[in-house]
């Protein structure tokens, strides 16, 4: 018997099927078609001197072949080192002079490999006008079909969390740290938020939000720097700023709205930082 998850091969699943499960569980490169077992097949490097003294020479006729990796015909756009991958997005992102501008952009980068496995570029939502931007993590399943960040089931919590403290949408600008959703859902990488930074930076730039919501950890670690835990960093106002910028801009951070799906718990403190949110908001509408 089969199951439309199960890795079962041979006739119960075409190769379109394979392929979409090495992808929803987070297969994203293909590499060479046989397999190498490098256990095997090759001497792990040590430094010479310690490699003399300390271990017997592998003579080459001993050593299982290494089977060789057939050349690239040509090198993808896709396989930039992520450091020549930011610069191009810090580039790019520096000669961007609007919304629209930057929009077009993103949609036409190449450099952050997530975008292969992609479905759509999932940019933003809300209001860009509005004074508070939140920035999440990355897009999930449905937000890959859609191309709208938060329409899955952690933005419907998000959506009730925002109604409860009067906004919604309209009164909202939502963005991520990638624009991409990472195969299988899992969490973006240091690389592929570093590669996309430049130009989420860009994005707060132009937004100039009154108030930067950082939702979660992912979010939090690479706009803010700091690696503490969400419980350790929540209930205090930071000062955001970034190259693109003239002034800092405030900042709340707080738990992931998928967190507080896994762990109900939290709520209690979420709740405590949307009413952070909604004094903050109110106290600019009095100055
Ligand atoms: N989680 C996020 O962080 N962003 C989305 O857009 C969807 C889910």
């Not at 190769?15 to 090759?42: C, M, P, R, T």
């Amino acid at each position: 018997m089969t199951s439309k998850h199960s890795p079962t091969f041979g006739p119960y699943m075409d190769s379109k099927q394979l392929l979409e499960w090495y992808i929803s569980a987070g297969v994203d490169e293909a590499v060479d078609e046989v397999s190498v077992d490098y256990f095997n097949a090759v001497e792990l490097p040590a430094p010479e001197e310690k490699r003399k003294a300390d271990i017997p020479a592998v003579h080459a006729a001993e050593a299982p072949p290494v089977p060789a990796r057939p050349a690239a015909s040509s090198p993808s756009p896709l396989h930039h080192t992520p450091s020549a991958a930011t610069q191009q997005a810090r580039e790019i992102a520096q000669t961007i002079t609007s919304l629209a501008e930057l929009e077009a952009a993103v949609r036409a980068f190449d450099g952050c490999a997530i975008k292969k496995t992609a479905s759509k570029t999932v940019f933003s939502d809300g209001n860009p006008e509005a004074s508070c931007m939140i920035i999440g993590e990355a897009p999930g399943a449905q937000e890959d079909v859609q191309g709208i960040p938060f329409c899955g089931p952690s933005g419907q919590l998000l959506d009730r969390m925002l109604a409860a403290i009067g906004l919604d949408r309209t009164s909202v600008y939502i963005s991520n740290t990638v624009f991409w959703r990472p195969p299988g859902n899992r969490q973006p990488t240091p690389e592929e938020t570093a590669i996309c930074l430049p130009l989420v930076e860009k994005h707060i730039a132009l937004v100039k939000p009154k108030l930067l919501v950082l939702s979660g950890g992912v979010a939090t670690s690479t706009l803010l720097k700091k690696d503490l835990s969400i419980s350790r960093l929540r209930g205090k106002l930071y000062e955001y700023k970034n190259d693109f910028m003239d002034q800092p801009v405030p900042a709340i951070v707080t738990f992931h709205p998928s967190y507080l799906l896994r762990t109900p718990s939290q709520k209690r403190l979420a709740w405590n930082d949307l009413l952070m949110i909604k004094i903050f908001l109110q106290s600019l509408f009095r100055a």
